[in-house]
């Protein structure tokens, strides 16, 4: 069994053929064809719509206030009579920005540490995990403050402050789980025939941290949306009058009884931009699957 | 196992010393101090009133003084919340939040977990989509819509539950909900994720060839290694969970932990920030202990290492 | 599939413990029944030492708690006896003499004597006490003096007991208002058994507040208190008119703003600290007998760096606070029936209302921004606004930043801290333009206006004017109303003409209130006396 499967992996190497599997399982999955088309259109929406709105995100027109979706204003508008729709849709731009870019670094962060850690084990482990313990420990209100007071406001805090805390549960489930390759029999037969580290790294547990990983990134992205209205709450970050999906969906849920629209359109966006990334992770995670 | 934790505990005294340091640290650079109000007091004044906390001392006194006192188990009176103890909030405030915590958590494995496995078990059918989307609800909503909409429909419009408060068993399940949805979605989709990938392996082809009934396979073989990714998710969320949420906390008016950790850092309330941190702290290292060895008992090799 | 029994089961246990666990009575109900007002004062105290506490919401509690030498009739302000039960005034207004109720108790029978209160006072002033709000005592002779340490000894301060029954005030200078100012918590007496059993009298830190320590003098004494859960206190028995009181106790809940509005609706409070400003027009729709807006002795203001160019112009802080239109503000945005400000101090401050001094005009405010040198805002350098996070400060900034490029096409960022990000910030000079606001401590213009003079702690702009600083020292030194609001008017002249404050709205307390209570009067103080209040059933 061993062996076999060793070999198989072995015989599967040409990259050619491997990346023709990889599209070809994608675009098999119906669910992935939906992922994408579904996210596809979002960012779209986002990014292009706005030029196609004849509203400012920032234009008040107070004696309008609050007032339902119409044909003027789709979403309808905020309680400065501010056009919800080319709010929603800037504020995707931020929303989808960050929590890619922030999500990308912790993946890249927390794979690699853990990964390190649970493959070198022993003391080193021991270490590096006590620091994890430690960053989830430190208050992470005022760090971002701190950040705020040390360097004013900028984009590239936010990424700094969210991938300090995000990366932290991703390294510990990837320590486990490399923990538990290492222990597979096909692994340490592959140790004891010489094979280098980089090789067990790249050809035996990297595949099989796929599948967690992904899962993890494609929940880490909402978490990271909601976690960007909390810092540029806290002063880091997005400014006024921009808002981003989580700091619109944080305003409507206060008012969603009396103003339900304020509340709707944002998290439409937002569950359904979760949802696409869910089915594209699961796309992948299929398609990266190394036993198939 | 008893070796390890031996260990690990002893490993607990130098990263609690490290953690109370930085926060040590963090909180002296942070500006503005716990008495600083819209009408100040004339700096004469604070100073005054620093004197009572010990502020007046130089920074290394200060230091030595209150690793001391940690030290002695005594965490010093809050500075917002004049004639209360750090640690009688604590005592106070934590079985509030450790209850409200369990609930959750009980909520979140006994959604997740069969959410996750059923979405595996359905891979690549129509229903598939359902268990997925369901979920994803914990994610779609976050905390502070889930609690509003829940009461929207279950207490003001229904009318089944209080509109707030910590007073009857009752009063337990719509902020349990609230807390538990979010953390079920992470244990679904990994419960999920690791189902697939153990049903994969060719032992379980093996079984299932020798004709097992799939239900017995699922148990026997698949739930304990498919889990172990819930598993490490499961420690840090748990110290999480117990230690209360503002935002649950303030939306349903339960008096639990977790205001008290956001609080304190808006108060810079730093006794109370040095209690809350340090507290937490002990958690994320016993849970993460906990993880540990749960992990060695689902996968016994691993206490070779 | 058989697993689908994980879901059902906590399901259904839930919804029949739901089922049976409906509750069958509202608080509102019970309160009634019982006679226990439950309220909501939004956050939760800072602590229960009068002499140490400095907001609110602490006033709110503490005033079922403690009562000082006078109290206010809550519909007419006028002041009434409280602890004292007559006072003599000599002459020359500067002595004060009052004669103590023999009824008077602590909540242990202990008599409040006129000890009681000279100890209290010699606490509250004490420098090593630390009292953010010590100042407020300054109007007795020497107070000051023994306050900022210059003397150590308390005798040469102008509080003496007589006797146990007669405590005689002397004051520094003639204050009008005097009689006031023992309805504020600072005048409060604490019992010095109690204070001293626990520490010494200077104590911060110390344990005398607790419910089982604790000894008040109000008409209601403490029974619990678990933060962030609530403090309940109950009817003393020993309150010198014990007889007047209907209500047997008051539950106090530090419940926020929107779960506050929940609860009241599901008949849990008869009170609530507030409304959730997107709920004031439903409740206006649907319920208008259960929402209040009081006027309130407060004002919001945007406070202007005067050393920084562009703002350093006259003219340009003129030309802002020109193109404000508070009128569209108030109305669509806070909704909450607030008064636009075109003055500093709030209508009817101890019976003055400055004259309005300005109006929105945007014309103007063009002209004047072309004479400083920006004709249609250009050239105009981008300049920060600075608020605490707060969602109402954000949207006045987001609309006031629109006003202001619109009228006058200069474009303006805004940027918000965390609170006491803010404060410093603030304190250090470190801004262009910074939100602020101002909550009167007692009913003069002179709380207000007193914080554009030169050397105020509140006065963050970098204004200096030595004529302001003049008619204010004169306010203090004239007897005559009439004088003295002249005084105060020339000093509001000059402070909109310089525009270091621009003054936007007064505040409103606006507030639910359940059709059950009875005697919760509007004031401008908020000032609400539990012995007065009580609770029936409505049809």
Not at chain 1, 97 to 112: E, N, P, R, S, Y
Not at chain 2, 286 to 296: K, T
Request: a neutral charge.
């Amino acid at each position: 069994m061993i062996n076999s499967k060793t070999e198989k992996m072995h015989l599967s190497r040409s990259a050619g053929s491997e990346q023709t599997k990889l599209w070809e399982t994608l675009y098999r999955s119906t669910n992935a064809l939906i992922g994408f088309a579904l996210f596809f259109t979002i960012t779209l929406a986002c990014f292009i719509g706005p030029f196609f709105v004849p509203h400012s995100y920032e234009t008040t027109q107070l004696s309008l206030g609050a007032s339902a979706p119409s044909s003027q204003h789709l979403f309808g508008t905020d309680v400065l009579g501010r056009d919800l729709l080319i709010r929603t849709l800037i504020g995707g731009q931020i929303s989808i920005f960050v929590g890619f870019l922030a999500t990308i670094i912790a993946l890249i962060i927390g794979t690699a540490y853990g990964m390190v850690a649970g493959y070198v084990g022993k003391k080193t482990d021991a270490l590096m995990m006590r620091f994890v313990d430690t960053l989830y420990a430190l208050p992470f209100t005022i760090m971002v403050i701190l950040l705020t007071v040390l360097f004013g406001r900028s984009l590239v805090l936010i990424f700094l402050a969210i991938g300090a805390v995000e990366w932290l549960t991703l390294a510990r489930i990837v320590r486990g789980e490399t923990r538990n390759i290492k222990t597979q029999a096909y692994v340490q037969a592959a140790q004891l025939n010489g094979l280098p580290h980089h090789q067990i790294i790249s050809k035996h547990i990297l595949r099989n941290l796929i599948s967690p990983v992904i899962v993890f990134a494609t929940l880490t992205i909402p978490s990271v949306i909601l976690l960007e209205s909390v810092i540029s709450f806290l002063g880091l970050g997005v400014q006024a009058p921009l808002a981003s999906w989580g700091s619109l969906i944080n305003e409507g849920a206060q008012k969603f009884d009396v103003y339900p629209w304020l509340l709707i359109f944002p998290s439409i966006f937002f569950s359904m931009t979760i949802l696409s990334l869910n089915f594209i992770g699961d796309a992948f995670r299929d398609a990266f699957d190394p036993i198939l | 196992m008893f070796q390890l934790s031996i260990r690990r505990l002893l490993q607990a005294i130098p990263t609690l010393w490290i953690i109370a340091t930085l926060t040590f640290i963090l909180m002296q650079l942070t500006p503005g101090g716990p008495f600083d109000q819209e009408k100040p007091v004339t700096p004469e004044i604070k100073k005054l009133i620093e004197a009572h906390y010990g502020m007046d001392k130089p920074i290394h006194e200060q230091y030595i003084q209150f690793i001391v006192k940690r030290l002695q188990g005594d965490f010093g009176p809050s500075y917002k919340y004049a004639g209360w103890d750090v640690d009688e909030i604590i005592a106070q405030a934590f079985p509030v939040s450790l209850e409200l915590g369990l609930y959750a958590l009980i909520i979140a494995i006994c959604i997740g977990v069969p959410l996750g496995i059923l979405s595996a078990l359905f891979h690549k059918k129509p229903m598939e989509i359902v268990f997925m989307s369901l979920a994803l609800i914990g994610i779609c909503l976050p905390a502070f819509v889930l609690g509003p909409l829940l009461l929207l429909v279950f207490s003001t419009e229904l009318g089944w539950f209080n509109p707030f408060g910590w007073n009857s068993f009752s009063d337990r399940i719509l902020p349990a909900l609230t807390l538990g949805l979010f953390y079920a979605s992470f244990i679904a989709r990994l419960t999920r994720s690791g189902t697939l990938d153990v049903l994969k392996h060719p032992y379980i082809q093996t079984a299932r060839a020798k004709g097992l009934s799939s239900i017995r396979i699922l148990f026997v073989h698949t739930l304990r290694s498919a889990l172990s990714p819930v598993v490490a998710y499961l420690g840090p969320a748990v110290a999480g969970m117990i230690s209360g949420s503002f935002v649950v906390e303030t939306l349903f008016f339960i008096p639990g932990l977790g205001s008290f950790f956001v609080n304190s850092a808006f108060n810079r309330d730093d006794t109370m920030v040095m209690g809350t941190v340090l507290f937490y702290a002990a958690l994320i290292i016993l849970f993460n202990l906990v993880v540990d060895l749960i992990q060695i008992w689902m996968n016994p090799k691993l206490n070779r290492d | 599939m058989k697993f689908t029994f994980f879901l059902i089961i906590p399901l259904l246990i839930s919804l029949f413990i739901s089922l049976a666990c409906t509750p069958a009575q509202t608080n509102v109900e019970r309160g009634i029944s019982e006679q226990v007002l439950y309220i909501g004062i939004g956050t939760e105290p800072e602590g229960l030492d009068p002499h140490l506490v400095s907001g609110v919401t602490e006033h709110y509690v503490l005033l079922s708690l403690f009562e000082g030498l006078t109290t206010v009739d809550p519909k007419t302000l006028e002041i009434l006896p409280g602890v004292a039960k007559s006072w003599t005034i000599s002459d020359d207004g500067l002595v004060y003499t009052f004669h103590l109720d023999s009824e008077a108790l602590w909540s242990n029978g202990d008599s409040v004597s006129a000890h009681d209160f000279t100890f209290s006072y010699e606490r509250i002033l004490s420098p090593k006490l630390g009292a953010p709000y010590a100042y407020m005592l300054y109007p007795i002779k020497g107070a000051e003096d023994f306050h900022k340490g210059q003397t150590d000894s308390f005798s040469e301060v102008g509080v003496k007991a007589i006797n146990a029954e007669t405590l005689e005030i002397q004051l520094h200078s003639v204050t009008p208002y005097f009689l006031s100012l023992p309805t504020h918590f600072t005048w409060w007496p604490v019992h010095p058994p109690t204070i001293l059993k626990h520490g010494s009298m200077v104590d911060r830190i110390s344990k005398w507040t607790q419910p089982k320590n604790f000894v008040g003098n109000g008409p209601f004494a403490l029974k619990t208190w678990r933060l962030n859960n609530g403090i309940s206190v109950v009817r003393n028995p020993f309150y010198r008119e014990a007889d007047i009181l209907k209500l047997n106790g008051i539950e106090f809940l530090p419940i926020n703003l929107e779960t506050e509005e929940r609860a009241f609706r599901a008949g849990q409070i008869h009170l609530t600290s507030g409304v959730p400003t997107a709920r004031i027009d439903w409740y206006r729709k649907h319920r208008p007998e259960n929402i209040r807006f009081d006027p309130y002795l407060g004002v919001y203001y945007y406070l202007v760096n005067t050393e920084k160019p562009p703002l350093s112009d006259k003219r340009v802080r003129q030309a802002l606070a020109y193109a404000i239109n508070r009128e569209s503000l108030t109305q669509y945005v806070l909704k909450g029936g607030q008064k636009p400000a075109y003055h500093f101090t709030p209508p009817n401050t101890g019976g003055f209302s400055a004259e309005k001094n300005f109006s929105y005009d945007p014309e103007k405010a063009r002209a004047l921004l072309a004479e400083a040198g920006f004709p249609k805002g250009k050239n105009f350098p981008e300049i920060e606004l600075l608020y605490n996070t707060s969602e109402s400060h954000k949207i006045v900034a987001e609309a006031i930043q629109q006003m202001w490029k619109q009228e006058l096409g200069i474009t303006i960022r805004l940027h918000n801290q965390e609170w006491k990000v803010y404060l410093d910030s603030r304190q250090k000079g470190d801004f262009d333009i910074v939100r602020a606001a101002w909550i009167g401590d007692y009913l003069d213009p002179y709380t207000f206006l007193g914080l554009g003079i030169s050397d105020s702690g509140n006065n963050h702009s970098g204004w200096r004017d030595i004529a302001f600083d003049q008619l204010l020292t004169e306010t203090t030194q004239t007897l005559e109303s009439d004088k003295r609001f002249e005084l105060f008017q020339k000093a509001e002249d000059r402070l909109i003409e310089a525009m270091p404050f621009i003054p936007i709205y007064f505040y409103v307390r606006s507030l639910l209130i359940d059709r059950s209570v009875d005697g919760w009067y509007s004031n401008i103080l908020d000032y609400h006396p539990y012995q007065f209040i009580s609770l029936t059933e409505k049809d």
